[in-house]
């Protein structure tokens, strides 16, 4: 008796993330082998798996030794500075007590973060290391970073690469450190600097870019599925392409122009009819731009690309109990339009000095977390990095 009532609550669950996401048919992945540059990745097959039990008792002890920081950090130092280290490492460990305080993740995240020198003025850069498709209720596959991917706890799914979130940081530059003497005016403070980047890597990243085609076009398209990517350098030009359908992530799927609040996903729709459709061959990259240039298509792409560099446009449609249908106005102040800061911040002068800095592009330099959070009105706990409104994007996205 008590077995079939246990069994039916159950299934019920089940059915409730069956109900929110289906696992695509489609089933390459996209590793990313360097966060520090998003075009080096990687087509890779993911096959469905079962989740496996060993994992999670393992997860479940892990979780009881250490519930208040659900991050398993592997953390490398390249530098013969133990001291500078051991401050970088300890940063990263803050970080994730921080979100951990804040999210209330269900599944443990694995972060393989680096310190080392790099050369320029690099600050560094965290980002996931899997992107996944799934095919959510409105019909559409979308990119899930492996972190999101995680918390829907599926039984059954793409199989996960070893860590989610590779992070890569800069030991030249003169970062501030939490306890350090008076934060002078060229430094950045490190502990905002990872929690802002860690965010990206737990989904907070538009697919919309520039670059899928060709570099620094004046046209935006979500992924598109079927390139086939070079390591190190990008697009391989001239291997022929199965053009499968634009892919947005499953941050776009709540994007809207905030002029006639339609959603971006309604152009992507008009991209699927892209010459009828899917599984279309081309004989290279070059082949299909012709053709996309000389599409209707191509009309939507310059036309989000106008709209994507003029500041109050696009905004994050919230979802969650509190807010529902409210609307966070996103970047798109930033003109020519720059992959990885226009759209996957909020805007920076309307929220730079509020509650809701931590996810504008630019840390201003000079200012300690501490600071930030006092300019927005907080009273100096670290959770208050995370303002209402970034917490209800993640919140919308599925980290409950
Ligand atoms: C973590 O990153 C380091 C440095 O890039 C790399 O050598 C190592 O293989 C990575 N480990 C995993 C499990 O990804
Ligand atoms: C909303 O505005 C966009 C961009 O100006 C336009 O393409 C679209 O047709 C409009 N949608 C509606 C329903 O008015
Ligand atoms: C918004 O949330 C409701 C319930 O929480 C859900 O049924 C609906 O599908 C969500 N909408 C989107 C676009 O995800
Ligand atoms: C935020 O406040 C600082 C210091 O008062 C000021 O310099 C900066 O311009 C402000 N930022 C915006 C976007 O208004
Ligand atoms: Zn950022």
Redesign the pocket.
Known sequence: MKRTYFTTIYFLIYLLFVKIIKISANLQCIDYLDPLNSRNKILVPCPHVRSNNKIEIRDCYKSKSDQNNMFDL?F?C?LDDEKMCNKAKSTFESVGRTLTSKLLLNTRI?L???FRPLEGNLLGSAGP?RAIPFRDEDGKIRLYVQALAKQFQLQVHPEY???DI?A?FNSNFPFWFEGDPQIQPNQIGFEELVLHELMHGLGFLSGWNNDYIEEDSLFLTPNIDGIIFNVGDNIERNSELVFRGFLESAFDKYMVLISNKTLTTELTSNFDKFLDGQNTKFSSINEFKEKFKASPQFDIAKQMYNICIESNSIGFLLNTSNSKNEVVVLETGINPFQGGSSLSHVDEKLFDNSSEFLMTFEQTPGRTLKDAIAAGGGKNRKEEAIGPKILAILETLGHV
């Open positions: 592997m490398n390249d694995g393989n973060a680096t290391s690469s070893s860590v590779l890569d």
